[in-house]
């Protein structure tokens, strides 16, 4: 069968299928390329700065839209309200957020809800490796400004400790407070007092959270035309495979004798007698 391969015909043949499939399989890979597309692309307004106060409402659902968004907020901290959250990585060491209840002003209150008349947001300040190096927040009416985040889901069966929190959750920080806040966190990024920008301990990272890419989603329809020209690739080789096999029987054919009237049982012919 390989010399029949070899004929030049086969031989060009073999070459287009192989063009062929070189091009289903390129096919294949467009296809494949275009299965994972992303949702919305990240909104460039989300870098703009844009009052806290404006952009999410207390005892609401956090919408997915204010996701990322730069924020703005005047107000102060509570040093009696601090947690450190454990289990938080910078630059691939292992160590803890500095978060602490943030009062708003000018935000709506809620009444009936926490033990102060007014409403807060958590705020991660910045990253230490040691609990001993976290830093009291500073005093006095602070202009914050950070990335809005949503509420972490908080780790169940966790005990993290007194003033250790497992997540940024902000459904367990009310509880532990006893205030009313905003459904997310602010991870701050700059504290302005008196005009002046604050400087962060020395002990004390920042942060630096940037907006987070979009998710991934499966174009189902698209990944079965992926495989689909595959398949077409592997075929078109098939093809040329049983179209060589083909002519390789036709000659095997040609070639056999023909035997159905072997010549030792033919009648033996018989001159007529001359009369």
């Not at 509880?175 to 301990?201: C, D, H, M, Q, R």
Request: no cysteine; aromatic share 10%.
């Amino acid at each position: 069968m390989l010399k029949t391969a070899l004929k030049p015909r086969w031989i060009a043949g073999l070459v287009f299928a192989l063009l062929l499939s070189g091009v289903f399989v390129l096919l294949s890979q467009w296809q494949f390329g275009r299965s994972t597309q992303s949702d919305a692309p990240v909104d460039p307004s989300a870098e703009q700065v844009k009052p806290l106060t404006g952009v999410l409402q207390p005892g609401t659902f956090f919408p997915g839209s204010v996701s990322d968004q730069m924020v703005s907020a005047k107000g102060s901290y509570d040093p009696a309200k601090q947690v450190l959250v454990e289990g938080r990585l910078l630059a691939g060491q292992k160590g803890y957020w500095v978060v602490t209840a943030f009062a708003v002003d000018g935000a709506p209150v809620l009444h009936g809800v926490g033990a102060s008349p007014k409403t807060w947001i958590p705020v991660a300040r910045g990253w230490v490796p040691d609990p001993a190096q976290a830093s009291p927040p500073p005093s006095g009416t602070i202009e914050l400004t950070g990335r809005l985040l949503p509420s972490e889901a908080p780790v169940p069966n966790v005990d993290a400790g007194a003033d250790r929190a497992s997540a940024v959750s902000v459904a367990e920080l009310i509880n532990t407070w006893e205030i009313s806040s905003y459904p997310g966190f602010v991870a701050a990024t700059s504290e302005v007092s008196a005009g002046k920008a604050l400087a962060l301990p020395e002990q004390l990272k920042p942060l630096n959270i940037p907006a987070q890419p979009p998710t991934q989603q499966i174009n189902w329809l698209n990944l079965f035309y992926s495989v689909e020209w595959v398949v077409f690739a592997g075929f078109a080789l098939y093809i040329w495979w049983r179209m060589v096999a083909d002519d390789y029987r036709r000659t095997l054919e040609e070639e056999e004798p023909d035997d159905e009237f072997p010549s030792d049982d033919l009648p033996a012919i018989t001159k007529p007698e001359q009369v």
